[in-house]
């Protein structure tokens, strides 16, 4: 099987629904012409024409309205916008007009869009590159919010999310693009061929958006995280060997509960970890959603492992990255409680 | 000027801006009385902007509204049933109740929404209009807003993609003096919005609001250009809208003068188009009594509807959050 990392598997994910959806089209700033900044779309333009990978000016705003115009009005258009920093121009078109269209007009009309944004930290980007959104969007309903971690899933989940008739909101943990960073900076970086989700079909296959994975089965705790952090989970757990049950969320609307009450239920005890600030944080909606869903199996707190409450410090990248350290402390924590 | 212009282009236009001023002016009462609940932005006073460039529209040109949209639909051909239904939060309304005055909308008509964020609906507009361009259709998309969302950052960002992709788009900026409470001289530095068009190399056109005919004429080369392939216009249409920003309070309001409201009432667009009907011939005066009466029947009928129309039910509550 072919080997990507996931800025190939991306650009193999849109190549193939370029090809076969003709109401498909990419839109974002510098994708076309340039190939993407990342270079995640990179060749599509000069393969499927200016008409269909469309470099837009840099205007978040106009970019996600539009692509709602056109998504109500018969294409099915994939938008980049280049940095998760970069969305907020456009949120009140997120916010007010992309995820409240299908309910407001009682399910006459539907905008089936997928924004890509790569996200999180982990660059020494500063505080405008290295956010981490998810919570933001997952607080709006309406709207699909997806956060792969590997090129697998990459590839099979931004299938999923152009064929989608919600619109969906994609997440690239930017860190984890070329290789599965385990949290450690000071170590040489891995390629994605050396790991197994690097193995990417050629052709078409999707994963379905909803479905949390089980990465690592265990007894002892469950962790849960999505995009960069599960690299960072599965290292810190083999620190401290313990029988750890890491799950993947992947989707964190809509979210996999079942596959993370039957976890929690088995274990007892759950930690919870993503780069994103903690207050108000998407992992508190995942404590509360374990409190409520496992409360009687619960042998100790859970405890949640976060980027701190500032902003993203450029001075401070791996103190407020939630790395191994601070992981097996918290996973320490949580098997002697109780 | 209007000697092009059939007698038959002429009687629909007035039909429409009669239809949207008395489905105002009742549903204004209504809403006073208490019986449609939440806030209404009524069109009146607007009427000839809405009906000048819609007669030149099919079903498969989409426009997008405003926070002031009842006008918009009723001019693209929007059933007062079903309307009132719709501010009356019911479930035959256009959205099932679920949308209400600044949300109503309807596909078969093309009519992608009012909106109740100002400057909302020119971007999405934009990608409707790329979207008809990319499919090879000949259909145009238009967008109103008002000389406050001219103000909008995504107003300005739309222009430029309108402009930048050559698309069939339509900017109608109803111009009627008043960003909700503040005087355009208090907004911005310029008087005409259409100067701005030239910024993103459109044309810039302006025209007399309150003058269905001058809409109507004007809209045409725009609409016609856009179909043609030769990109977007910007229409400033100077108009007045005769009640509050939100409700039917006219007079004595703190922010205008009652002399400034009786001068554009003085140029309505109604009874100057009843005005040029009755001087060429097509229209007598006890004729135009006669529409009026007719479509004031329909607006009661259409009240009715919606009073005996039930609630949604609670389930459709939680319904068409996701597909």
Redesign the interface.
């Known amino acids: 099987m072919p080997q990507m990392n996931m800025i190939q598997a991306l650009n193999s994910a849109m190549d193939i629904m370029l090809g076969r959806d003709p109401g498909v089209i990419v839109i974002g700033e510098d994708v076309g012409y340039f190939g993407g900044v990342f270079r995640t779309t990179d060749g599509l333009q000069r393969k499927y024409g200016e008409h269909r990978v469309i470099d837009a000016p840099i205007a978040e705003g106009g970019i996600i309205g539009s692509v709602i115009g056109m998504g109500v009005n018969g294409l099915r258009p994939v938008a980049e916008i280049q940095f998760a920093d970069y969305i907020y121009p456009g949120f009140d078109q997120i916010a007010s007009q992309l995820a409240k269209l299908r309910y407001r007009t009682a399910g006459e009309f539907c905008a089936p869009v997928t924004i890509r944004s790569p996200c999180g930290g982990g660059i020494r980007g500063g505080q405008t590159h290295s956010q981490s959104p998810e919570g933001l969007f997952t607080h709006i309903c309406g709207i699909k919010v997806v956060m792969p971690s590997n090129p697998y899933d990459a590839k099979g989940l931004l299938i999923s999310a152009i064929e989608d008739d919600d619109p969906v909101v994609f997440f690239e943990p930017k860190r984890i693009y070329n290789g599965p960073f385990d949290g450690d900076p000071d170590k040489p970086a891995v390629p994605w061929s050396t790991h197994p989700a690097g193995e990417v079909p050629e052709g078409y296959y999707s994963v379905p958006i909803g479905r949390a994975e089980v990465v690592r089965p265990g007894e002892d705790l469950t962790i849960l995280c999505y995009g960069t952090m599960v690299h960072v989970a599965q290292a810190a757990a083999r620190l401290v060997e313990a029988d750890a049950e890491i799950i993947d969320v992947r989707t964190m609307v809509p979210l996999d509960v079942a596959t993370l009450r039957q976890s929690v239920e088995k274990t007892g005890r759950c930690v919870i970890v993503h780069e994103a600030t903690r207050f108000s944080g998407y992992g508190a909606e995942l404590s509360a959603t374990i409190q409520e869903e496992c409360f009687y199996s619960l042998e100790a707190p859970i405890v949640r492992v976060c980027g701190w409450d500032t902003p993203y410090p450029h001075a401070f990248e791996w103190q407020y990255f939630p790395g191994q350290k601070r992981l097996v402390a918290a996973i320490e924590q949580v098997l002697e409680a109780g | 000027m209007s000697k092009q212009i059939s007698d038959e282009v002429l009687l629909d236009i007035h039909r429409r801006m009669v239809r949207i001023r008395i489905f105002e002016e009742t549903a204004g009462k209504l809403a006073e009385d208490g019986k449609i609940p939440g806030a209404l932005h009524l069109y009146v006073g607007e009427e000839a902007v809405a009906c000048g460039v819609m007669v030149h529209l099919s079903n498969k040109d989409?426009i997008?509204s405003t926070h002031r949209g009842h006008g918009h639909l009723i001019a693209k051909g929007g059933e007062f049933d079903r309307m009132f239904a719709e501010l009356f939060g019911r479930s035959t309304g256009y959205?099932?109740?679920?949308?209400g005055s600044m949300?109503v909308?309807?596909?078969d008509l093309g009519m992608?929404?009012a909106?109740?964020?100002v400057g909302?609906g020119?971007?999405?507009?934009?990608?409707?209009?790329?979207?008809?361009k990319?499919?090879k259709t000949k259909n145009v998309?238009i967008s109103f807003f008002g000389d406050g969302a001219s103000n909008e950052?995504?107003f300005h960002?739309?222009a430029?993609?309108a402009a930048?992709?050559k698309l069939p788009v339509i900017f109608v900026c109803e111009n009627n003096g008043y960003g909700e409470y503040t005087p355009q001289a208090n907004h911005q530095a310029i008087v005409d919005v259409a100067d701005r068009a030239s910024g993103y190399g459109m044309p810039g056109v302006i025209v007399d609001g309150m003058d269905a005919v001058a809409v109507y004429e004007a809209a045409g080369e725009a609409i016609e250009r856009a179909r043609n392939g030769e990109g977007p216009t910007l229409l400033e249409c100077k108009t007045y809208r005769y009640y509050d920003h939100v409700g039917v309070r006219g007079m004595g309001m703190t922010y205008r003068t009652d002399e400034e409201v009786e001068y554009w009432k003085g140029r309505d667009p109604i009874d100057m188009m009843e005005a040029r009907l009755a001087e060429q011939g097509i229209l007598s005066k006890k004729d135009a009594e006669a529409i009026h009466e007719e479509v004031t029947k329909q607006v009661q009928a259409g009240v009715e509807f919606a009073e005996s129309s039930p609630m949604p039910t609670p389930e459709?509550l939680l319904?068409?959050?996701?597909?």
């Open positions: 989409w997008t959205c099932k109740g679920k949308g949300h909308s309807n596909l992608l929404g909106n109740g964020i909302g020119p971007p999405i507009a934009v990608g409707a209009g790329f979207s008809n990319f499919r998309s950052g995504a960002e739309a430029n993609m930048l992709y459709s319904e068409d959050v996701y597909a």
